[in-house]
């Protein structure tokens, strides 16, 4: 297959026949998809991009407790939207959902509607905007993530390599139903379809999402650099309210690198970091303590 002209009515028909048929027999009873609430499934879809479902069901619903509405997230501390966040993956994105829920409150606090003015809010890029549109406004877009790309390497694509998303994109949105009027097949139902089907073919058969040409083996992280900004960021944690000096940081840091049987880590390192995390926002120097 090449482009979605190959795609012929038949085919297409087939296609989406089979995932459907697949999506009934795999469907997932999660949480967050017996609500429409577009906040609550704009965390889910952003917990999900880095952490199991397993983790992140459980995780979801104390999130929403914490900060059950955009304006309370709004209105959150930046120490405690990073709390709460601990174990969820990069932490810019607890950032990036306190900025961008700051802005929708300022708003109105009405999630919006429109690709457009999703994408235009702090960490909301194309899938996460079509993930939104779809589960909480049944509306149509390219919803392209690695479940979804999975199913299409697998089911269109069987043995091709470096498959680019240019190609798959046209794609995802011909198969999109374009409206809610099927019960059985809107964007909303389509879209849990295929996101089930992909999680099963995962399980089932050599990954497929490997034979993307936007698949990128993840770096290591143990050791790394993300590693020390993530430990730093919870030794501030640690440290609300009376803050640490970067001697006590370094200190932390450093019995925790040893344990691991690596390199402690020297005051000039832990002052980079937190000059680094201070710049994006996730801390502050006051006198010679700082403050998450």
């Known amino acids: 297959m090449e482009s979605v002209d190959d795609l012929d ?47 992140v069901d459980g995780r979801w619903q104390r999130w929403l ?9 709004a209105a959150a501390q930046t120490a405690d939207v990073l709390d709460e966040w601990q174990g969820m993956g990069y932490n810019r994105r607890a950032l990036s959902l306190l900025r961008a829920a700051q802005q929708v409150s300022a708003s109105g606090g009405a999630m919006p509607r429109e690709e457009a003015d999703l994408v235009a809010l702090p960490g ?8 939104i549109r779809a589960f909480a406004f049944d509306l149509p877009g390219v919803y392209l993530e ?19 998303d240019r190609e798959l994109i046209p794609l995802v ?36 999402s490997r034979r993307s040409r936007t698949h990128v083996r993840q770096s290591r992280f143990e050791g790394s650099h993300r590693q020390k900004r993530a430990m730093v ?10 803050g640490a000096s970067v001697t006590d940081i370094a200190e932390e840091l ?8 690596r390199e402690p880590v020297d005051v000039t390192a832990v002052l980079g970091i937190l000059e680094e995390l201070a710049g994006e926002g996730f801390c502050h120097q006051d006198g010679e303590r700082w403050q998450a």
């Open 9 to 55: 009515d038949d085919a297409l028909t087939s296609f989406r026949a089979r995932v459907l048929a697949h999506g009934r027999k795999l469907y997932r009873d999660l949480p967050w998809r017996r609500t429409r609430d577009p906040y609550g499934i704009w965390i889910s879809e952003v917990m999900l991009q880095q952490t199991q479902v397993s983790r």
């Open 65 to 73: 407790e914490r900060f059950p509405s955009i304006d309370a997230l």
């Open 124 to 131: 909301i890029g194309p899938a996460t905007a079509a993930g």
């Open 146 to 164: 690695t479940n979804v790309r999975t199913v299409f390497l697998h089911e269109l694509y069987p043995d091709a390599v470096q498959v680019p």
């Open 173 to 208: 949105r011909a198969t999109c139903p374009a409206d809610a009027s099927d019960p059985g097949d809107d964007p909303r139902t389509w879209y849990y379809a295929l996101l089930d089907y992909g999680a099963y073919l995962k399980r089932m058969v050599p990954n497929p």
């Open 233 to 242: 960021v919870r030794s501030l944690l640690a440290h609300r309210g009376e």
């Open 254 to 261: 450093s019995a925790q690198e040893l344990k691991a049987g």
